[in-house]
């Protein structure tokens, strides 16, 4: 037991400490089933230990040390930088030695197979050591996990392939803790694809894989696999446009449905102020004509107070929005790049909504004109022009 705590040991301070804020690839989801991915792996799979002609180089012939394994990964992401991935290996493994250091003859080779099922983190270098880029398409990160070795081996003399050892048997696999340990490079591909290459060393806390007991306290494999992984977490640009809250027809999804209008609060002296905002942040409202500014009709209970992005104009200015969401899942690069535009995306937080806007304007007529220059756009139908007081935002209500 008191071994393996120590195997566990270098793990616990990744595994227990807080993730990293702002340092992941890609849009992480607030739900706890928002930030999966899945991937498979497969590669040559190469013993070292006793039972080993090179110290490195596996031989290729009387026997054969090239052998080969699979791996499925599950990966829960925690940050930029943090994730943790379920692993599951299995595949064969085979060593062999012809001499010994002394210039006898030991003409001895095991083969066998392996499963394996491992937890691990794996650690982003690239947005740990460098500033998170939501562009930035390669990557490279080291693994470190703890988990189970399960195997079935046989020794067999080199000369007359008759068994003369082995280490587990059907039905009464060995198992031993296992630690694997490597590095990793990957590219995006597409949206929800990436494509990469892992090098991992996996030292088993025992001397029997290779049924021979000698020199190697601790057998050990390697897998160079190539790896694919889809991952759920990341936002599929394609469909953005599917998303746009300006939309004048078809149905309207639930979570794009616009939030409840607040009730406007009469004063105790004079009369209700009167309000002149326009019916475009509805999904299903026409666009209604700005009227001429007038700041007695932007009383400041009205203006809203929640985080904005952008130039601060004093007194009335104008944006153009192009998109507003419900959820935070898109950063203002990633609406940028999707529609190709040669203007900076602003994004704001204001009355439950995310919104994506351009341009800030003291002249309507020339939000207008951006406004109508956004819209000859593919993708962007439904831009309209949004009025703000001193930088904030002015909410509108019907």
Same mark, same amino acid.
């Given at each position: 037991?008191?071994?393996?705590?120590?195997?566990?040991?270098?793990?616990?301070?990744?595994?227990?400490?807080?993730?990293?804020?702002?340092?992941?690839?890609?849009?992480?989801?607030?739900?706890?089933?928002?930030?999966?991915?899945?991937?498979?792996?497969?590669?040559?799979?190469?013993?070292?230990?006793?039972?080993?002609?090179?110290?490195?180089?596996?031989?290729?012939?009387?026997?054969?040390?090239?052998?080969?394994?699979?791996?499925?990964?599950?990966?829960?992401? /925690?940050? @930029?930088?943090?994730?943790?991935?379920?692993?599951? /290996?299995?595949?064969?493994? +085979?060593?062999?030695?012809?001499?010994?250091? +002394?210039?006898?003859?030991?003409?001895?080779?095991?083969?066998?197979?392996?499963?394996?099922?491992?937890?691990?983190?794996?650690?982003?270098?690239?947005?740990?050591?460098?500033?998170?880029? +939501?562009?930035?398409?390669?990557?490279?990160?080291?693994?470190?996990?703890?988990?189970?070795?399960?195997?079935?081996?046989?020794?067999? !003399?080199?000369?007359?392939?008759?068994?003369?050892?082995?280490?587990?048997?059907?039905?009464?696999?060995?198992?031993?803790?296992?630690?694997?340990?490597?590095?990793?490079?990957?590219?995006?591909?597409?949206?929800?694809?990436?494509?990469?290459?892992?090098?991992?060393?996996?030292?088993?806390?025992?001397?029997?894989?290779?049924?021979?007991?000698?020199?190697?306290?601790? !057998?050990?494999?390697?897998?160079?696999?190539?790896?694919?992984?889809?991952?759920?977490?990341?936002?599929? /640009?394609?469909?953005?446009?599917?998303?746009?809250?300006?939309?004048? +027809?078809?149905?309207?999804?639930?979570?794009?449905?616009?939030?409840?209008?607040?009730?406007?609060?009469?004063?105790?002296?004079?009369?209700?102020?009167?309000? @002149?905002?326009?019916?475009?942040?509805?999904?299903?409202?026409?666009?209604?004509?700005?009227?001429?500014? !007038?700041?007695?009709?932007?009383?400041?209970?009205?203006? !809203?107070?929640?985080?904005?992005?952008?130039?601060?104009?004093?007194?009335?200015?104008?944006?153009?929005?192009?998109?507003?969401?419900?959820?935070?899942?898109?950063?203002?690069?990633?609406?940028?790049?999707?529609?190709?535009?040669?203007?900076?995306?602003?994004?704001?937080?204001?009355?439950?909504?995310?919104?994506?806007?351009?341009?800030?304007?003291?002249?309507?007529?020339?939000?207008?004109? /951006?406004?109508?220059?956004?819209?000859?756009?593919?993708?962007? @139908?439904?831009?309209?022009?949004?009025?703000?007081?001193?930088?904030?935002?002015?909410?509108?209500?019907?």
């Amino acid at each position: 037991m008191r071994k393996l705590l120590f195997l566990f040991f270098p793990l616990f301070p990744i595994l227990f400490s807080p993730p990293a804020v702002a340092q992941t690839q890609g849009v992480l989801g607030r739900r706890f089933f928002s930030n999966w991915s899945v991937g498979i792996g497969g590669g040559p799979n190469i013993f070292f230990g006793d039972l080993k002609v090179n110290k490195f180089w596996p031989a290729s012939e009387n026997m054969n040390e090239w052998r080969y394994a699979g791996t499925f990964n599950l990966t829960r992401q /925690l940050s @930029h930088v943090f994730a943790l991935r379920g692993q599951v /290996l299995y595949g064969e493994i +085979s060593g062999t030695k012809r001499q010994y250091k +002394s210039g006898g003859s030991c003409n001895q080779y095991f083969e066998g197979n392996i499963l394996e099922y491992n937890l691990n983190t794996t650690i982003n270098f690239s947005n740990l050591f460098f500033r998170y880029k +939501s562009q930035r398409k390669f990557f490279i990160y080291g693994t470190l996990g703890v988990g189970f070795s399960n195997w079935i081996t046989k020794k067999k !003399d080199l000369l007359t392939n008759k068994q003369i050892g082995g280490s587990g048997s059907e039905g009464n696999w060995t198992t031993e803790v296992v630690i694997p340990a490597g590095l990793g490079a990957y590219v995006n591909i597409g949206d929800k694809v990436n494509l990469g290459i892992e090098w991992t060393v996996r030292g088993v806390n025992s001397d029997k894989l290779d049924a021979t007991e000698g020199g190697f306290k601790y !057998d050990m494999y390697s897998l160079l696999a190539l790896t694919l992984t889809y991952n759920f977490n990341k936002p599929n /640009l394609g469909n953005l446009s599917a998303a746009n809250v300006g939309r004048t +027809s078809g149905p309207i999804p639930s979570q794009f449905q616009p939030p409840a209008p607040k009730p406007i609060q009469k004063p105790e002296n004079g009369p209700t102020p009167r309000l @002149h905002f326009p019916q475009r942040d509805s999904v299903t409202a026409k666009e209604v004509p700005l009227p001429p500014p !007038d700041s007695s009709d932007f009383p400041e209970a009205t203006v !809203d107070s929640a985080w904005m992005d952008g130039p601060v104009q004093p007194g009335i200015s104008y944006r153009v929005q192009i998109f507003a969401f419900r959820s935070n899942t898109f950063s203002a690069t990633d609406i940028r790049k999707k529609f190709k535009l040669k203007q900076t995306v602003y994004k704001e937080f204001s009355e439950g909504w995310y919104r994506y806007t351009l341009g800030s304007f003291k002249s309507l007529k020339a939000a207008q004109s /951006l406004q109508r220059q956004v819209k000859s756009q593919k993708g962007i @139908h439904d831009a309209f022009v949004a009025r703000y007081k001193d930088g904030k935002r002015i909410p509108t209500r019907p």
